[in-house]
């Protein structure tokens, strides 16, 4: 069963299970999915849906930065449970181990020497694992490495 189809049952489910977060978190990625697929004009790949989540989820997470730096801990709490619903669909995070491991292979196979190759090293990662990466941490860990 690809994405879309999990996506759109689970939807269903929640909509017969009255779950207004899970069904208000589904609705809102089936009208991004279904924008990002009109811009396109095609259907979405997987991988193309899970940058549409990928995106939705970082969406997620500066709110929770910025309702829990306002005090509104109501806000900041249902943006947490939208956020755990979006990240049963990606796919999941590295490890940290595993995202040294990947930092120290893509600074050799890119041969970055400085902190200026710093962009290179990071898009290289970031296409290679596609929604496993966050680029934050992605972009500190390649810093602190260059640096050293």
Known sequence: MNLTDRIEKDYLAAYKARD????????????????????????????ELVDVLTRQA????????????????????????????????LPAPLTEEELVRE?????????????????RVVSAILAKHKGRADGKKVSDLTRSRLSS
């Open 20 to 47: 207004e977060v899970r069904l208000s978190v589904l609705r809102m990625l089936k009208t991004a999915a279904k924008n990002r697929q009109v811009e396109l004009l095609r259907p979405l790949t997987d991988d």
């Open 58 to 89: 970082k969406q997620r997470r500066e709110s929770i930065e910025q309702f829990g730096r306002a005090g509104r801990d109501d806000l900041r709490n249902r943006e947490e449970r939208e956020l755990e619903v979006l990240l049963e669909y």
């Open 103 to 119: 930092v120290d292979q893509a600074i050799a196979e890119v041969g970055a020497h400085s902190v200026k190759d710093m962009g």
